[in-house]
Nanobody, 120 residues
Framework: QVQLQESGPGLVKPSQTLSLTCNVS??????????WSWIRQPPGKGLEWIGY???????YYSPSLKSRTSISRDTSKNQFTLQLSSVTPEDTAVYYC????????????WGQGTQVTVSS
């Protein structure tokens, strides 16, 4: 059973870069047909997909966040990382990492989520 765990600072200052890491256990991030995603939920709002890094290493980002987003991976540590630059208070949210299964067309596994607050 794959498990995902987010880690990173809970407080980021405006204009800085938010950086979160998702550690994966119980399965390799290079296994075919899985897409390792970041998703967030601002307070009082719905889920917003940020982007993914695929099993192949290719990336794809939400058009609305693309200019500020970078997702990378470290296969030796079986982890992937989100960087979101030039943050504002509107980036305050619970951030989740999740695994998307291509054949099932769903997010079969999620991390527990981590609260990130953008404030000076």
């Amino acid at each position: 059973q794959v498990q995902l765990q987010e880690s990173g600072p809970g407080l980021v200052k405006p204009s800085q870069t938010l950086s979160l890491t998702c550690n994966v256990s119980g399965g390799s991030i290079t296994t075919n047909y899985y897409y390792w995603s970041w998703i967030r939920q601002p307070p009082g709002k719905g889920l917003e997909w940020i982007g993914y890094i695929a099993y192949s290493g290719s990336t794809y980002y939400s058009p609305s966040l693309k200019s500020r987003t970078s997702i990378s991976r470290d296969t030796s540590k079986n982890q992937f990382t989100l960087q979101l630059s030039s943050v504002t208070p509107e980036d305050t949210a619970v951030y989740y990492c999740a695994r998307y299964r291509e054949w099932a067309a769903d997010f079969g596994s999620w991390g527990q989520g981590t609260q990130v607050t953008v404030s000076s």
